[in-house]
């Protein structure tokens, strides 16, 4: 079983920054796709941001220029830099990881929160 943990969510005004970090562990084979969704209340989860194990990334339109997802493949951990924050950024964001042949993983979530 593989377990991910967010961390890093917060209140930061508009304009400004937050990095998130997913750290997974527990029985790790190879985790391929990795990446963040977020989930406003009442709505339909949604992509942020999607990085592969060789380094490939997609981006939401919604935070193209403006969010930049990385990883670390040594520590099986995957962050989200998330500058020029807005208001509408506000929900929980979670964490997910693939590995071959089995569903995905998910965390628990981190709320981020912007004020105006």
């Known amino acids: 079983q593989v377990q991910l943990v967010e961390s890093g969510g917060g209140l930061v005004q508009t304009g400004g920054s937050l990095?998130?970090?997913?750290?997974?562990?527990?029985r790790i084979?190879?985790?391929?796709?990795?990446?963040?969704?977020r989930q406003a209340a009442?709505?339909?989860?949604?992509?942020?941001?999607?990085?592969?194990?060789?380094?490939?990334t997609n981006y939401a339109d919604s935070v193209k220029g403006r969010f930049t997802?990385?990883?670390?493949?040594?520590?099986n951990t995957v962050y989200l830099q998330?500058?020029?924050?807005?208001?509408?950024?506000?929900?929980?964001?979670?964490?997910?990881?693939?590995?071959?042949?089995?569903?995905p993983y998910w965390g628990r979530g981190t709320q981020v929160t912007v004020s105006s």
């Open 19 to 26: 990095r998130l970090s997913c750290a997974a562990s527990g």
């Open 29 to 37: 084979f190879r985790l391929n796709l990795m990446g963040w969704y």
């Open 42 to 56: 009442g709505k339909q989860r949604e992509l942020v941001a999607t990085i592969g194990d060789g380094g490939s």
């Open 69 to 75: 997802i990385s990883r670390d493949n040594a520590k």
């Open 82 to 103: 998330m500058n020029n924050l807005k208001p509408e950024d506000t929900t929980v964001y979670y964490c997910t990881a693939g590995e071959p042949g089995r569903l």
